[in-house]
């Protein structure tokens, strides 16, 4: 089992999930997050951090279709341990539904 990161994440990027893995398996793209599932040691510290509600275990119904992407794209993206700034319209994007179709490929910068 691991936690995958899901839709609420995107273009949210709060990042406060980063900080508390104590094996730093999060990956950053331009506007997501995702956890490597062979490195994640299924601790779940991460899941009560994030605000968007966006981390659960990859047993959770959400998690489908995510854990293919948490899969896929932390082997592509960027290692991030530190929390960087989050972008300026977070807020607004936080709760808002149906965002699947706005994730980017793009890795992020750490
Ligand atoms: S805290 Fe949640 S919303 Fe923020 S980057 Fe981590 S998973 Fe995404
Ligand atoms: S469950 Fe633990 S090891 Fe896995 S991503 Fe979250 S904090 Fe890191």
Same mark, same amino acid.
């Given at each position: 089992m691991t936690y995958v990161v899901t839709e609420n994440? /995107? @273009? $949210? @990027?709060?990042?406060d999930c980063v900080e508390v893995c104590p094996v730093d398996c999060f990956y950053v793209g331009e506007n997501f997050l995702v956890i490597? &599932?062979? +490195? $994640? /040691?299924?601790c779940g510290v991460? +899941? &009560?951090e994030c605000p968007a509600e966006a981390i659960v275990p990859d047993s959770d119904d959400k998690a489908t &279709?995510?854990?293919e992407i948490n899969r896929d794209f932390s082997t592509q993206w960027p290692n991030i341990t530190r929390k960087g700034e989050p972008p300026a319209d977070a807020e607004e994007w936080k709760d808002k539904p149906d965002k699947k179709a706005l994730l980017s490929p793009n890795p992020g910068t750490p």
């Open positions: 994440c /995107i @273009k $949210c @990027k709060f990042m490597h &599932p062979d +490195e $994640c /040691i299924d991460c +899941e &009560p &279709p995510w854990v």
